[in-house]
């Protein structure tokens, strides 16, 4: 029962690495891809802007996904603080290119997201929950 405790707080660290790299690769699914377009240029950039910012997405959550899963392998340096405060602010961003281009925001995911980041935060500050002990 207890190694079933213990699995359970890896739970928000898990949730985390798996939105990110859905959202990495949802540049590659259609109805994905469609609501970044809508979103990056109801903001009213350019269509190539539009799309550099778009594809953007894929470094960007693809990179914070691995860090989540890999990053104690990186560095005994890293500023994990920073980190886990980027990965909570980051889904806030279309959020507010949302509410500027007009569109109805969805808070709830960013909301999830947060809570997810800073509890995950709180785990590996305070209990050493990461995929792989630090060194």
Known sequence: MEKIKQSTLYLPLLALVGIYAMHAFGVFMP????EFYGIVSGVGFGGALTTALVWAVLPLDGTVALLLFFGNK???????????????????VPRVLEIYGGLKP???DSVVVSALAALAYYLYKHKNIAFFSRN
């Not at 109805?31 to 469609?34: Q, R």
């Not at 890293?78 to 980051?90: E, Q």
């Open 106 to 108: 969805e808070v709830v």
């Open 31 to 34: 109805e994905e891809s469609e």
């Open 74 to 92: 990186v560095s005994n340096n890293f500023p994990w603080g920073v980190f886990f405060l980027w990965v909570g602010l980051w889904p806030w």
